[in-house]
């Protein structure tokens, strides 16, 4: 945990776009907020899209903190799940040995970037446990049922799935017509043609042991591994309590994950709706197509800091860019926010300046805004272009306004 300075002056409350209903709404709903954000699945090293995802949410807890505010913030790590085991297949590594590598170079990507360390980071693989008395209690509640596995390494296995038909509100967080949901389902980890489901969307819970895979203690599901929704539903019940106030993920989670792990999390808490508000970080993408592990097509945090690139350029480069909407990387970007991060620091660094309270309501207003960091930015220029043109006499202004970056933005300059 990074020490975060006080920014004096009062900040408005802050309000976020929820997927679910359209509405920007607050994101506190009490003294404490609750914030779960889907984690990584560590296969491979962070690329822009996840480090925008995590600074996004990075932002929002810094202001809801400077709003008066505690957070609870806790993030998965999807350390078991298909496409951790094809890579490490792949690459004749083992599975663990992998995710292992994979978290800690996560961890000092998101150090280098300032952001702010959840306060629970919890695996799912030390969490299974956890997760099979909630997927046996889906099934004797008849949210669930098995379908029987004669692939799998034990006779009479019996895979699970949670019976999507059962849920009236299934489709409230993503509003997908059946025809939209199959149409990313498969591509999004789903099994739209396993046979013996009874719906092509109903989602895995816990698949029985194959030869070749990892095994847990399943209870009465058999030995076996959970599936990737449940994860997320049983780690936010556990640690959080559901509802929670805002979850959080890109906006290739909204379906099928968020739409499933909420329909899993609602089962089980019996809570008409699995969190305050669904915010979703815009797809960075690439040369026109979005970022991706699987594609290949990634600039890494790890790469740029390897050839020397100020992390706090990175961030600059990642808080340019609204959250809401989806972006192209491109060097050029990278270059502005050097410029910036350059301008800023000389600015900063004068005995004097002009009065800097009204700038720091400024980047309080717009990061309450549904946290419009571009017109944060905004507004630090206006003083940094003003300090060099004209100078001005407030010999405390740099340090309000150091501080403010550092606590409100997490720019350290
Ligand atoms: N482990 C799951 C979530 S439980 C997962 O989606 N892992 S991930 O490694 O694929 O992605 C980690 C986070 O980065 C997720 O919130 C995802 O939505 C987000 N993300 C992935 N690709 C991009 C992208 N190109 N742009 C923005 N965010 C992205
Ligand atoms: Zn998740």
């Known amino acids: 945990m990074p020490f975060i300075p006080k920014v004096p002056g009062s900040a408005p409350e802050v309000r976020v776009r929820d997927t679910a209903s359209g509405e920007l709404v607050p994101a506190a709903r009490g003294d404490v907020v609750t914030l779960y954000v889907c984690g990584i699945t560590p296969y491979d090293a962070t690329h822009m899209g996840h480090a925008a995802t995590y600074v996004t949410f990075d932002l929002l807890g810094r202001a809801l903190r400077d709003s008066g505010h505690a957070v609870r913030y806790v993030q998965n790590i999807t350390d078991i799940d298909d496409p951790l085991l094809e890579r490490a297949e792949r690459d004749g590594v083992d599975w663990r040995d992998l995710a292992t590598r994979e978290i800690a170079l996560f961890r000092e990507d998101m150090t280098a970037l300032a952001v702010i360390p959840p306060d629970e980071y919890l695996g799912a693989v030390e969490s299974i446990p956890t997760f099979v008395g909630p997927i046996e209690k889906l099934v004797a509640d008849g949210w669930a049922y098995a379908v029987p596995a004669p692939d799998a390494s034990r006779e009479g296995a019996q895979d699970h799935y949670f019976d999507v038909a059962r849920d009236p509100r299934f489709g409230s967080v993503s509003h997908l017509d059946e025809a939209g949901m199959m149409e990313v389902f498969a ?137 809401a909407h989806d972006w192209m990387w491109t060097d050029d970007q990278l270059a502005e926010a050097q410029q910036r991060l350059a301008t800023w620091r000389e600015a900063l660094s004068g005995n004097g300046g002009p009065v800097a309270d009204q700038t720091v309501d400024d980047i309080r207003a717009a ?35 150091g501080r403010a970056l550092d606590a409100l933005l997490g720019v350290r300059l």
């Open 367 to 401: 990061l309450a805004d549904d946290l419009d960091s571009p017109r944060a930015l905004e507004a630090v220029d206006r003083w940094a272009s003003q300090a060099l043109t004209r100078g001005g006499d407030d010999p405390g202004a740099p340090g309000v306004l």
């Open 187 to 323: 591509e999004r980890g789903g099994d739209p043609d396993r046979e013996g489901k009874r719906n092509r969307l109903d989602a895995l819970l816990w698949r029985a042991h194959r030869e070749g895979e990892p095994e847990w203690d399943g209870g009465s599901l058999g030995s076996g591994r959970p599936g990737w929704h449940i994860e997320c539903a049983c780690i936010a019940l556990d640690h959080l309590g559901i509802p929670v106030d805002v979850q959080g993920g890109g906006t290739d989670l909204v379906f099928p994950h968020h739409e499933m792990s909420s329909a899993h999390g609602r089962a089980l808490s019996g809570s008409e709706t699995f969190a305050g508000s669904f915010v979703h970080q815009g797809m960075v993408g690439l040369d026109g197509e979005k970022m991706s592990k699987s594609k290949g097509n990634l600039v890494l945090v790890s790469q740029l800091r390897r050839d020397g690139v100020d992390p706090m350029a990175i961030r600059l480069a990642l808080l340019a860019r609204h959250h």
